[in-house]
């Protein structure tokens, strides 16, 4: 980490120091004992390391597949409806195949990227924003996960709660050990280092630095734009729809509606935050998955709401901006 960076952290963390105590102290509590209570509900024993690593993961895929558009200049918040039609997908192919893993795995891969396959055609037909398109059609996806539980795939055996039946052991995405951390964190990290030597060893990230720094050398460089605007939002798009099986065929076990808990969202904030980079975005999903964890910790251990860690998230959110915004104000300086 050069100085900059180290200088723009420290800045980040006693800015939300700063913050995050003010808001306890407003709520009448004790801002170290918070602090140290959130720690310890998310890393204080093995179990809450394993609930943040559950929580992380599909926060670390939705950034993945954020991120991957970005490389190339677009801005894509599609991640949340990639993730419900990826796990719509592949909860229809268990439904045709119940006993075969690698086909609800490819189904959810598969409907990530034809969801994401939308706004990128979109954008090289008819030159769609796809920050609007993506943004549309997180809120579709969601409404047809929604229909399908409370209609045509609800288990009538459920008395009422709106779900898919359960997903067979056979199709169960296998779990780590005693813990609920599933196969897909692995997956992930593989995945994320993968992008990252990706994007700065081979000729694919040269590509993509070009055509996004100055889109006028494509045609003289003999790339092709619309190409590369299909390919990464795809790839964005399967990133995310395999968070979303991921998460339905261990987690939850079975397709429920809003099981997503905000990941989509997450994940860009943290692709955002991390100047999509991919090392420093992996850092940044554990540490938000870690806050969320943290909710129903503190929620037990100190008779807060768990709303009250997602007022601390946000604040996180706001003092590492803040940071940034103030390096920059002082490089312009």
């Known amino acids: 980490m050069n100085a900059a960076r180290l200088h723009r952290s420290a800045i980040a963390l006693g800015g939300f120091a700063a913050l995050a105590g003010a808001f306890f102290l407003l709520i009448g509590r004790g801002p170290i004992d918070m602090l140290v209570a959130i720690a310890q509900a998310s890393v204080g024993s093995g179990y ?23 490389r190339l200049g677009l801005v894509s918040v599609g991640a949340e409806g990639q993730l419900y039609f990826g796990a719509l997908a592949g909860t229809g192919a268990m439904l045709l195949a119940p006993s075969s893993l690698s086909l609800v795995l490819l189904g959810g891969v598969i409907g990530g990227a034809v969801w994401a396959l939308v706004p990128a055609l979109l954008r090289v037909v008819a030159d769609v924003n796809e920050t609007i398109s993506t943004l549309m059609l997180n809120y579709v996806a969601a409404l047809l996960v929604t229909w399908l539980v409370y209609g045509p795939w609800k288990n009538p055996q459920s008395q009422g709660w709106p779900a898919s039946i359960d997903f067979t052991e056979a199709a169960r995405l296998p779990l780590l050990g005693e813990s609920r951390v599933h196969v897909g964190l692995l997956v992930a990290l593989v995945l994320g280092i993968a992008l990252h030597l990706l994007f700065t060893r081979s000729r694919w990230g040269l590509v993509l630095d070009v055509l996004r720094s100055n889109p006028r050398l494509a045609p003289l460089a003999g790339l092709s734009v619309t190409r590369q605007v299909l390919l990464t939002m795809v790839i964005g798009g ?5 968070a979303g099986i991921a998460e339905t065929s261990s987690v939850q076990g079975r397709l429920q509606a809003s099981f997503a808990n905000g990941a989509g969202l997450s994940g860009f904030l943290v692709a955002w935050l991390a100047g999509n980079r991919v090392l420093p975005a992996m850092a940044l999903a554990l540490l938000v998955g870690g806050l969320l964890a943290a909710g129903d910790g503190l929620q037990m251990m100190t008779s807060v709401p768990s709303s009250a860690v997602l007022v601390v998230q946000g604040l996180m959110f706001v003092a590492m901006l803040g940071a940034g915004a103030w390096k920059k104000g002082g490089a312009g300086g």
């Open 48 to 70: 809450a390391v394993g609930e943040s690593l559950l929580r992380a993961t599909p926060i670390l895929l939705c950034a993945l597949a954020t991120l991957v558009p970005a």
């Open 238 to 242: 399967a990133l995310a729809g395999l």
